[in-house]
């Protein structure tokens, strides 16, 4: 059992910040060996924005890389996405997830864990 669920997200001004955070809980989550950002833009599919491994290896969608980085902090077993320089098309539903196996794509078929997602606004 896997239990993921994010926080963070709100309204914000083109060009300004947020930190989404993910808390990970439950009796398998130290299975997981990678864990990612998706996010979904109403009508759109949803895509992969960052994930890493056990050893910190990265991986970024290249609309956010240099603006977006992703850690994660082993004690709380929590994940962050920090977001900078935010664009109106940043905008979408942001969906944490969990694998118990690394690949490097941001595929969503490789991820079996997800939280309930949180919302990101950016106006212009």
């Known amino acids: 059992q896997v239990e993921l669920v994010e926080s963070g997200g709100g309204s914000v001004q083109a060009g300004g910040s947020l930190r989404l955070s993910c808390a990970g809980s439950?009796?398998?989550?130290?299975?997981?060996?990678?864990l990612g950002w998706f996010r979904q833009a109403p009508g759109e599919e949803r895509e992969g924005v960052a994930n890493i491994d056990r050893e910190s290896r990265t991986n970024y969608a290249d609309s956010v890389k240099g603006r977006f980085t992703i850690s994660r902090d082993y004690a709380k077993n929590t994940l962050y996405l920090q977001m900078n320089s935010l664009k109106p098309e940043d905008t979408a539903m942001y969906y944490c997830?969990?694998?118990?196996?690394?690949?490097?794509?941001?595929?969503?078929?490789?991820?079996?864990?997800w939280g309930q997602g949180t919302q990101v606004t950016v106006s212009s």
């Open positions: 997830a969990g694998s118990d196996y690394w690949y490097p794509a941001l595929r969503r078929s490789s991820y079996a864990y």
């Open positions: 439950g009796s398998d989550y130290s299975t997981i060996t990678s």
